[in-house]
Nanobody
């Protein structure tokens, strides 16, 4: 099975930046897709960004132009660079990986953006 370890969350002021990382125990070449999701209190978990086959990326409309998903094949790690953060970005962010047609989830990392 694939284990995912997330890091990089924290508290920042509006307009600031954070970079989340998600390290996978399996080779990233075994993972067909990875994505970042977030869940705010009282709201359903929503898709933030995905990277499919290592090259195709998609973003939620709310983060387009501000967030960037990328991967490092050597370190088996996927990143989410978050710029121009807004208070509405505050949520727990979760990393998800799909490998051999099965889904795996990270433990989540808290991102808080103050106004």
């Amino acid at each position: 099975q694939v284990q995912l370890v997330e890091s990089g969350g924290g508290l920042v002021q509006a307009g600031g930046s954070l970079r989340l990382s998600c390290a996978a125990s399996a080779s990233i070449f075994s993972i067909s897709a990875m994505g970042w999701y977030r869940q705010a209190p009282g709201k359903q978990r929503e898709l933030v960004a995905t990277i499919i086959d290592g090259v195709i990326t998609n973003y939620a409309d709310s983060v387009k132009g501000r967030f960037t998903i990328s991967k490092d094949n050597v370190k088996n790690t996927v990143y989410l660079q978050m710029n121009s953060l807004k208070p509405e970005d505050t949520a727990v962010y979760y990393c998800k990986a799909t490998a051999r047609f099965r889904d795996y989830w990270g433990q989540g990392t808290q991102v808080t953006v103050s106004s």
